[in-house]
């Protein structure tokens, strides 16, 4: 519990830094460009295209206009087809902030906390751009298939609240934990770092993964107020940026500490090995000599 402590205190301190500041600018940028054109040509489509396959040609619509005027609330009306567009976007959106994030971001941070905290650990490149992709890709698109196939259960509240939070702790852990050690480590150290240390790096992408809800809401929350829903999905965006990169130097920084920490045991077990060997040689050779 205590390295989690630690590289959580070290990670929210260099977030506070103005260079890890000025890092979420960019991605940023990048991903309201993006969405904002995105949702000016194809948000409407898109809705439109929900209201006549799914809504007005299923009977939908009737289902969606009667159970909120039954509750008392019939404007909920006007907005469960946007609220739904939205919904189906969001996963989209966390891939673009990934991606802007491990492409701009994700490098920088590894470069600051290793230069500044880990000076001595040698850069050892097991990880590389392929890896990185592939990891990022597959782990996205297994996040997206369990995400649509689990939509039913999202309707019972325990659910609703516990699957989020697995999803993200389960995609973070998996990009986040390759990128920190890809640097350092060898192949063969990130695999014995990631199995010996799998449970702790989930915690960490559960709790970055329930900070990650929090732009969820304010993104979904967005399509009950359309007219400021620019500035609340801009804002939505920031906040996903913002963890990414929190995200990213709690990684690093613990898993930097843990391969420290393997490097260190490997050495004095070598070390160990060393020396029983030499005590056998010199007992060979004393019992040789008598």
């Known amino acids: 519990m205590r390295p989690l402590l630690v590289a959580f205190g070290r990670a929210l301190l260099s977030q506070l830094h103005y260079r890890m500041l000025m890092l979420t600018f960019l991605p940023f940028l990048l991903s309201v460009l993006l969405w904002g054109l995105a949702l000016w040509w194809g948000l409407q489509p898109m809705i439109d295209w929900l209201q006549k396959n ?19 609330l019939g404007a909920l009306k006007t907005v469960i087809i946007p609220w739904l567009a939205l919904w189906a976007l969001l996963p989209l959106m966390i891939l673009t902030a990934l991606l802007f994030v491990g492409a701009f971001a994700l490098p920088a941070t590894a470069r600051h906390v290793g230069r500044r905290h880990f000076p001595d650990l040698e850069l050892r490149k097991g990880g590389s751009l392929l890896g990185s992709v592939w990891t990022s890709l597959s782990a996205f698109i297994i996040f997206c298939v369990v995400w649509l196939l689990t939509l039913p259960l999202w309707l019972i509240p325990p659910f609703a609240f516990l699957i989020p939070l697995v999803l993200w702790g389960w995609l973070t852990y998996r990009v986040f934990a390759y990128e920190a050690l890809a640097a350092h480590a060898d192949k063969e150290e990130m695999q014995a770092i990631l199995k010996i240390h799998r449970w702790p790096l989930l915690v960490i992408g559960v709790i970055t993964g329930a900070l990650g809800a929090a732009p969820t809401i304010l993104w979904l929350g967005g399509a009950l107020w359309l007219v400021i829903f620019p500035l609340l999905a801009a804002g ?10 929190f995200t990213g130097l709690w990684f690093e920084y613990y898993c930097l500490a843990a391969l420290e920490k393997y490097r260190a045991a490997a050495q004095a077990a070598m070390i160990m090995a060393g020396r029983d060997d030499g005590q056998v040689i010199h007992q060979l050779s004393d019992t040789s000599q008598s």
């Open 54 to 72: 799914y809504f007005a040609g299923n009977d939908g619509m009737g289902l969606a206009n009667y159970i909120p005027a039954w509750l008392g």
């Open 236 to 245: 939505s965006i920031w906040l996903y940026v913002l963890v990414f990169v």
